[in-house]
Every structure is written in C-alpha cells, then in structure tokens.
C-alpha cells in the first residue's frame, strides 16, 4: 500500500476493523509516520445489467448510488441508512448468482426498499424510472401510496 503523503509502500496497520465498504484498514508510513485509511473490500464476479432496449452493461454500483442519493435529495434520511440500503440491495443481486439482470429487475428491488424507508423518495425514483409523462402518472402512484 502506497503512502498517500510521501509515496513509500512500507507502512504498518494500527487497527483493523469491518465497515459498510468491506473491511477498513487504519494505516502509518513506515518513513513519514503519518497515517491512512484504506478499505478492502472482497472481489466478487460482476454481472451484467441488461437494459430495455437489449444492450448490456457491467453492473455499477455506483449508478446506483447516483440513483438513491439523488431520490433522497433534501430528504430528512442519514446517509448511512442510505449506505446499509445500497449494500442489501448489491448483495441481493449477487446472490442471485446470475451473470444477467435485467434492469427492471433492480428498478423493482430498488422501488420496494425505497417505498420502506421514504415515500418522496419512492415517487421520485418512480417519476423517472417509470417516465411519468404527466400529473395523471403521479396521482395514480400517490394513490397506490
């Protein structure tokens, strides 16, 4: 592990514990002295998002993040609940074990755990997600609220 500071790759581990990123790793340098955070987390098989109109995708995590975040935007929600929901919602999909998914099927996954923790958040994800074109499209998914 390189220094961040100094560039040295000698460096020790002070702590070592386990967090939502994988397992979080307290380092010093060797020669600076100073310390660092690194996170491990385990390399697991990717897969692939098959999206509407046939095309695939290597799966990103970090799509949906944007997505989430973005859903709860300005919303009274703590960021590691947001976090521990992202984590449930990738590990699923790994379990599923399948080396395709297809996008509406995280759409779906993503729209239940969001309908659970906030609804604003469930109808902003919805309004795009399902491209609502009009005012008629929200007061139909508000009614089923």
Do not use: W
Not at 15 to 26: A, E
Not at 71 to 96: G, S, T, V
């Amino acid at each position: 592990m390189e220094c961040p500071y100094c560039g040295n790759s000698a460096s020790k581990v002070t702590d070592k514990r386990p967090s939502p990123l994988g397992i979080r790793r307290r380092r010093e340098c060797l020669k600076c002295e100073k310390r660092f955070t690194t996170h491990e987390k385990a390399d697991t098989s990717d897969f692939y998002v098959v999206k509407k109109d046939g095309s695939r995708e290597k799966f990103s995590r970090e799509k949906l993040e944007r997505g989430a975040f973005k859903a709860f935007e300005k919303r009274p929600i703590e960021k590691e609940k947001i976090d521990k929901m992202i984590n449930e919602i990738e590990e699923q999909l790994r379990r599923k074990g399948e080396k395709e998914i297809k996008s509406s099927t995280i759409g779906e996954i993503v729209m239940k755990r969001l309908k659970k923790i906030d609804n604003i958040a469930y109808i902003r994800f919805a309004s795009v997600y399902r491209n609502f074109q009009d005012v008629r499209d929200f007061k139909r998914e508000l009614k089923e609220l």
